[in-house]
Structures are given as structure tokens and as C-alpha cells.
């Protein structure tokens, strides 16, 4: 979430105050504020009370090598990490390019090695016939695209009441593109198939490490099972442009259906391994622990992502009080198969229109509901379910990291209507 999650790796040890979470308890004025990020545009529209998109910025000016995003719909964390604010997601079934949200681990390589894509050299290794191939020769082996939901593990982490360490994202750490990509089952097969002790497969990125600094406590390498083989893809466009380097250019691995941070940037080698990776990242750091544990081995990594949704623009269209509700929902691991919207807090529930054409089973799509509401104050929220009957939850336990939080009331927003 990725994008990648920038620094968490080496902050893995982030503070937290140990506070339990209260399933019963309203959205307070914290998480009211955060959640409502980018809903300002709606004041005008007849929403009063959400605070302006802008709000929540610690810095209103993008860094250089993102300076081609939109600024209106981007909240600046840091450098490293830019959230895209509610009214930016909006309900669009592919998130463009300017709006996508930025999670870097580590700072982003030179231009330079976009200035020949081609030319680019990942090794691939753990196969039959190991060998370092370029870009260029990765293509021939075959391409597929697949639109698929990017969401950086600790989105929704500003709603747990434990304030965990790390960039506070409210529901902007996530968009839906379009993968190009050479799929890596097919280069896998033309190199000779996997060695008989693979169990994982091992992405290292291409970022620049610091020197004075042990390479496996700060390097971008993960692993995942060897399962997912057959989605991956190892991507070189995004919505049907050469890929960013922002956002991982020249050569990104692709998990879709997977958490952002083992979607590797700058992939500069692919492994078939026996074991999980070594490094710091993938030891302890993204693993689901309690409050106040470190994280170790043992624990659940940030692996699949959950079913959630969440409303992106309650707006206004008349004072008659007709009001479209809208948002975006995602199935986890299983095709999308409802959503529904509540005005009232979650005591009554409304079917929600579905908006989106049927992309895959990871990707997102939009939904709408047109409410007719009388003068007041609501609370507006959305719950998905999936073909396997699995729904989104009311609430989600804390987690040390505020990793994979997809419950609904959190994610709730309020809206006056007058």
C-alpha cells in the first residue's frame, strides 16, 4: 500500500498507548474528522460540517517526483506517503494515475533507470534454468492485464482508538488500476519451472540503501506462497501507461488480491524459495499481533485482503432531500456479491445498487443509493459481502500495527442535511 508502506519497516516499533477498542462506541470527533477527509466539496452541495479536503495535509506541497498528481485531491503525510482524500476516489470503477495514493518505503530511485525501460534487468532464480533477463525480453514471454485493488496495509489505522504508530490514513491509502504485466507462471515455465523446494516466491526491490546500515533491516524484499504463483504479474504499465516511478517503474511485482506491500517496486529479483525472506520486513514487521507485542515469525502476515467498502461522496442534489450515496466495495477473496447502505448508524440497512462492471474478483466496484432524507443529521454507512457469505464487520479488534481495519461503523461518515 503501497503504495508500499514507506518507513514502516524501519519503524516497526512504533509507539502505541495501549488503549482497548470500544465495539459500542459512536464515531468520535477524531475519527470523524479523519474519515470525512475530502468530503468538503459536499458542503456546498447541502453536507455541512465536513471539514475541507485539504484539511488534514501536513504539507500542501507534492514532492518533485509526484508533481504531476493532483494536488486537490491529495492529503501530503510526507514525501513519502500521500493519501488520496475521499472526494478523490470518488466512485470511479479505475482510479487515474494523478490520483492514486504514494507509499514509499524507502526514498524513489533516479530517473534514470526510466529513461530505458527495456533495459531494465531483474534476475530470476529458484527455476530450472536461473538467468537475468531484461524487460524487453520478459515481454515476449507473454502480457495480460488485470484491474485490481492497491491498498496499503494500514489503511483505516486513524480509526483505531489505540492511535498506532504510523501514517495515520483515514481511507485514501487505496485505489483501483489497471495492471499490464508479463505474468510470472509464464516465465517461470519458459525458465524451467519451479525448483521441487519452492514453497514462496521472493520479490527484492531496487531501491538504493543507505550505507552503515545492515541491507536486511531496511530492504524492500517480501515473500509470499508459492499459491499465488499463477496471479502475479510482473507489471510495466498502469492504466495503460508506461508505469510511474512512483509507483514502482520500470518493473513492479503484482500480487493481485494481495496487501500493497507485496506488490515490490523497482523488482530487481524474483525467486522461487524454500524459505521466507530474511529481511526485517518480512520477519516482523506487517505481522498481525495484540496491542504491545512485537512482532515475530509466528505471526499472521499482511497477506489477502479483506471484503470492505466505504462511501466516498454523500452529496446533496437538491433541497428536496434526495441525496446519492455513493462508494466503493471490494470482495476479498471472492467475487463482490452486495453491498448495502445504512442512514441511521447501522439500525436500519438499504441494498445499494452496484455501478461498476464486474472487473475480476480483485477489483473494486462502485455502488450507489439514492436516499430521500428529511432535514437532520445522518450516519452513513456501507457493509459488502462476498459470494462465500463472508460480510464486512461492524468492528475490527486492534492490532499493535492498526493493520487491515474493514469495519464498517469506523468507516462511517455523517452528513446534515438541511
Not at 127 to 132: L, M, N, Q
Not at 304 to 311: A, G, R, T
Not at 329 to 337: H, I, K, T
Amino acid at each position: 500500500m503501497n503504495d508500499l508502506h514507506a518507513h514502516e519497516a524501519m519503524h516497526d516499533a512504533a509507539r502505541d498507548t495501549g488503549h482497548p477498542s470500544d465495539a459500542s462506541r459512536g464515531p468520535t470527533r477524531r475519527r470523524f474528522l479523519l474519515s470525512t477527509a475530502g468530503l468538503g466539496a459536499a458542503a456546498g452541495a447541502g453536507a455541512a460540517g465536513l471539514i475541507p479536503a485539504r484539511a488534514l495535509a501536513q504539507d500542501d506541497t507534492l514532492p518533485d517526483y509526484v508533481a504531476w498528481k493532483d494536488a486537490d485531491d491529495m492529503i501530503v503525510h510526507s514525501p513519502q506517503t500521500l493519501e488520496t482524500t475521499r472526494a478523490g476516489q470518488g466512485a470511479r470503477a479505475i482510479t487515474p494515475d494523478v490520483d492514486l495514493f504514494v507509499r514509499n518505503n524507502l526514498p524513489a530511485p533516479s530517473e534514470d533507470i526510466v529513461a530505458d525501460r527495456d533495459a531494465w534487468e531483474v534476475s530470476i532464480e529458484g527455476v530450472g534454468s536461473p538467468a537475468t533477463m531484461t524487460l524487453g525480453e520478459l515481454k515476449t514471454l507473454g502480457v495480460r492485464s488485470v484491474p485490481t485493488m492497491l491498498q496499503c496495509s494500514g489503511n483505516g489505522r486513524a480509526f483505531f482508538a489505540h492511535e498506532a504508530g504510523g501514517t495515520q490514513w483515514s481511507v485514501g491509502a487505496a485505489g483501483n488500476v489497471i495492471w499490464t504485466g508479463v505474468p510470472l507462471s509464464a516465465v517461470v515455465e519458459a525458465m524451467g519451472g519451479p525448483v521441487s523446494e519452492a514453497a514462496f516466491v521472493t520479490g527484492t526491490g531496487g531501491e538504493e540503501l543507505p550505507d552503515g546500515l545492515d541491507p536486511k533491516t531496511i530492504m524492500v524484499e517480501r515473500s509470499v506462497p508459492l499459491d499465488a504463483l499463477d496471479r502475479i504479474l510482473l507489471a510495466f504499465e498502469m492504466n495503460g501507461e508506461p508505469l510511474p516511478l512512483a509507483h514502482g517503474g520500470p518493473l513492479r511485482m503484482v500480487v493481485p488480491g494481495y496487501y500493497g506491500v507485496n506488490n515490490v517496486k523497482y523488482v530487481k529479483r524474483v525467486a522461487l524459495t524454500e524459505t521466507e525472506s530474511e529481511a526485517k520486513i518480512q520477519q516482523t514487521s506487517y505481522r498481525v499481533r495484540p496491542v504491545g507485542v512485537s512482532g515475530d515469525p509466528s505471526q499472521p502476515s499482511m497477506y489477502e485482503m479483506s471484503v470492505k467498502s466505504w462511501v466516498t461522496t454523500p452529496l446533496m442534489e437538491a433541497a428536496t432531500g434526495n441525496v446519492l450515496i455513493q462508494g466503493v466495495a471490494y470482495g476479498g477473496q471472492s467475487p463482490l456479491d452486495g453491498v448495502e447502505v445504512s442512514v441511521d448508524g447501522g439500525e436500519t440497512w438499504q441494498e445499494a445498487e452496484i455501478t461498476g462492471a464486474d472487473m475480476g474478483v480483485h477489483s473494486w466496484r462502485p455502488f450507489a443509493l439514492r436516499a430521500d432524507l428529511e432535514p437532520g443529521t445522518y450516519t452513513i454507512a456501507s457493509r459488502a459481502m462476498n459470494a462465500e457469505g463472508t460480510a464486512q464487520p461492524e468492528d475490527f479488534p486492534p492490532n499493535e500495527r492498526g493493520y487491515a481495519h474493514n469495519g464498517w461503523r469506523d468507516h462511517a461518515v455523517e452528513l446534515t442535511v438541511s
